[in-house]
Each structure stands twice: as C-alpha cells, then as structure tokens.
C-alpha cells in the first residue's frame, strides 16, 4: 500500500518558482526576505465620534503625520531603525522594518477637524474623531423666468 502525502506548492523546490507569484497572498517582503511593516487599526465609533488606535511601535512621535479630509483619514510614519554597526560586528539577520508605512481609510461620517485629537503613548496612536454635526438641508427655490 502506498502512503498518501499532501502536496505543498510552496515547498522546495516549487517555492522558488512561485515565489514571486504569490507574493500578495503570503505577505510582503524587502529585498532581504524581511517582512514589510504593517499598521494595525483598531476603529470605533460612538454616536458622537470615532476613536482609532493604532499601533506604531518604535515609531517617534515627530515622524508620524495624521491627515483628515472629510471622512477620509490618512496615517503614515517613517521608522527608522539605527544600521550602525561596531567594528568587527555583521548583520546574520535583519527582520526589523526600516523606511515608510501608512494607511488610509474612510469613515461613515465625516469628522469635525477642529476637533479632533491626538495621543502617542507606548507605541500606540490613539485618535479621537469627532462626528461633524449634520447640517440641514437648503430647499432650493425655483423661480420663474
């Protein structure tokens, strides 16, 4: 009797064939098999405002920049991470991620820019969106010519 075994097409040596391939479906990574960095979101919402963390962790407060447009909201940030090595000492393994990450979503409402508000505390954003009130609505007046 023969044993059954599960096919695995990312396994040797078909991964090298497909890696490219499925890229987008395994994750990304840099050039050095590091995996690229990823924001996390976490969003809620009151019948008053949203609120939204999201974790930046190693990131310092001044390189991070929150845009609101309407109900679309924009967070990106530049970590930076220290490369200098001592004499004598090699890189065997860098998985830490170095460079630009962002997001951007919209809302269901769109968000009172006035006032919102921003904190930074042990790696997380935590941001508090005010719903903008909604305004009522013209009726316009048809006149005759």
């Not at 075994?5 to 050095?32: A, K, V």
């Not at 924009?74 to 991620?97: C, H, M, P």
């Not at 968000?111 to 316009?140: C, N, W």
Request: charged content about 30%.
């Amino acid at each position: 009797m023969s044993n059954m075994t599960r096919y695995d097409p990312f396994s040797e040596p078909m991964s090298d064939l497909f890696h490219g391939l499925f890229r987008p479906l395994r994750g990304l990574t840099t050039g050095d098999d590091a995996p690229l960095a990823d924001m996390k979101l976490d969003v809620t919402e009151s019948e008053t405002a949203y609120t939204v963390k999201a974790e930046l962790p190693g990131v310092d407060k001044k390189d991070i920049d929150v845009k609101i447009d309407g109900n679309m909201v924009s967070i990106s940030a530049t970590v930076q991470r220290n490369k200098d090595l001592k004499e004598g000492e090699r890189v065997v393994r860098r998985e830490r991620y170095s460079g630009a990450i962002s997001r951007s979503f919209s809302l269901a409402s769109e968000v009172d820019e006035a006032s919102a508000a921003a904190q930074y505390q042990d790696g997380v954003l935590s941001l508090t969106l005010p719903k903008k009130a909604p305004s009522a609505q013209k009726r316009l007046q048809i006149g005759y010519l």
